[in-house]
């Protein structure tokens, strides 16, 4: 029988969960979806997880991607989440809603995990820096395969801005941008961090990386950049993985 995991994915806009395959990293189900609650407590989005795990016959670990800094399980930003997140443990607010152990890390983190182990960047040596275009910009640094967790880099000030709130996802929804202007803030945002890092590949990832072919070629870069390989089932794989391999006392 295949090994199996579960995997949830809290975002800015919606909260997402299937049951992975944790030999190939792709869902095992079709994924379940809901609305991130407004405003998104820990209570609201707690009782939303344990929704999306009833739709599912599960029993075992729950990975749980989170859309902030988290440390030991505990939510150490909020950007694109109620504040009242910070210095709340993930872990334990999401297993308590769940009635099941629950392993909690950074979105971009966990997107990147699935595609080191499966995608884009497996067997990439040196510096791999995953950007994750959604409701703001995640960002999850690996060197040889290793990751550097809760890198920060959506928030890059450019230009006396955050750039988040200028070249993600949400920004280019909210705007209404062209595919055109909103390249053009991309390329302001990974030239930049090119030039501060030097790595050897850049992945996409987010829901928008599913229309690469609309950005991607317009960006002149000295890195290659190429979409993330599970596009934006990688959170929920990797943060599925994660949830698997943690050893636990019966
Ligand atoms: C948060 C990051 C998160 C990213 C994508 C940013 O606003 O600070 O922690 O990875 O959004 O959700």
Same mark, same amino acid.
């Given at each position: 029988?295949? %090994?199996?995991?579960?995997? $949830?994915?809290?975002?800015?806009?919606?909260?997402?969960?299937?049951?992975?395959?944790?030999?190939?990293?792709?869902?095992?189900?079709?994924?379940?979806? @809901?609305?991130?609650?407004?405003?998104?407590?820990?209570? %609201?989005?707690?009782?939303?997880?344990?929704?999306?795990?009833? /739709?599912?016959?599960?029993?075992?670990?729950?990975?749980?991607?989170?859309?902030?800094?988290?440390?030991?399980?505990?939510?150490?930003?909020?950007?694109?989440?109620?504040?009242?997140?910070?210095?709340?443990?993930?872990?334990?607010?999401?297993?308590?809603?769940?009635?099941?152990? @629950?392993?909690?890390?950074?979105?971009?983190?966990?997107?990147?995990?699935?595609?080191?182990?499966?995608?884009?960047?497996?067997?990439?040596?040196?510096? @791999?820096?995953?950007?994750?275009?959604?409701?703001?910009?995640?960002?999850?640094?690996?060197?040889?395969?290793?990751? @550097?967790?809760?890198?920060?880099?959506?928030?890059? =000030?450019?230009?006396?801005?955050?750039?988040?709130?200028? %070249?993600?996802?949400?920004?280019?929804?909210? =705007?209404?941008?062209?595919?055109?202007?909103?390249?053009?803030?991309? /390329?302001?945002?990974?030239?930049?961090?090119?030039?501060?890092?030097?790595?050897?590949?850049?992945?996409?990832?987010?829901?928008?990386?599913?229309?690469?072919?609309?950005?991607?070629?317009?960006? =002149?870069?000295?890195?290659?950049? $190429?979409?993330?390989?599970? /596009?934006?089932?990688?959170?929920?794989?990797?943060?599925?993985?994660?949830?698997?391999?943690?050893?636990?006392? %019966?």
């Amino acid at each position: 029988m295949a %090994a199996l995991g579960f995997g $949830v994915d809290i975002g800015g806009s919606g909260i997402k969960g299937a049951v992975v395959d944790l030999a190939v990293g792709g869902l095992a189900t079709e994924r379940y979806k @809901v609305l991130t609650p407004r405003p998104s407590t820990p209570k %609201a989005v707690a009782d939303v997880v344990a929704e999306v795990v009833g /739709q599912f016959d599960w029993e075992g670990p729950v990975g749980c991607t989170f859309p902030a800094v988290v440390r030991d399980g505990v939510a150490r930003t909020a950007a694109n989440v109620d504040s009242s997140w910070i210095g709340t443990n993930i872990e334990q607010v999401v297993g308590a809603a769940t009635g099941l152990p @629950v392993v909690a890390l950074n979105d971009a983190d966990a997107a990147g995990i699935a595609e080191v182990r499966w995608g884009a960047a497996k067997n990439v040596p040196g510096l @791999v820096i995953v950007v994750t275009l959604g409701t703001g910009i995640g960002t999850a640094l690996f060197h040889n395969g290793a990751l @550097v967790p809760n890198s920060e880099l959506g928030h890059l =000030e450019l230009d006396g801005e955050d750039y988040e709130r200028k %070249a993600s996802a949400g920004a280019r929804d909210r =705007e209404d941008l062209p595919w055109d202007k909103w390249a053009k803030r991309l /390329q302001r945002y990974f030239s930049a961090i090119e030039a501060l890092l030097w790595p050897e590949l850049f992945i996409v990832g987010g829901g928008v990386s599913r229309r690469a072919e609309k950005f991607l070629p317009l960006l =002149e870069l000295n890195t290659p950049i $190429v979409p993330a390989k599970l /596009q934006n089932e990688a959170g929920i794989a990797g943060a599925a993985y994660l949830a698997a391999q943690v050893p636990r006392v %019966a």
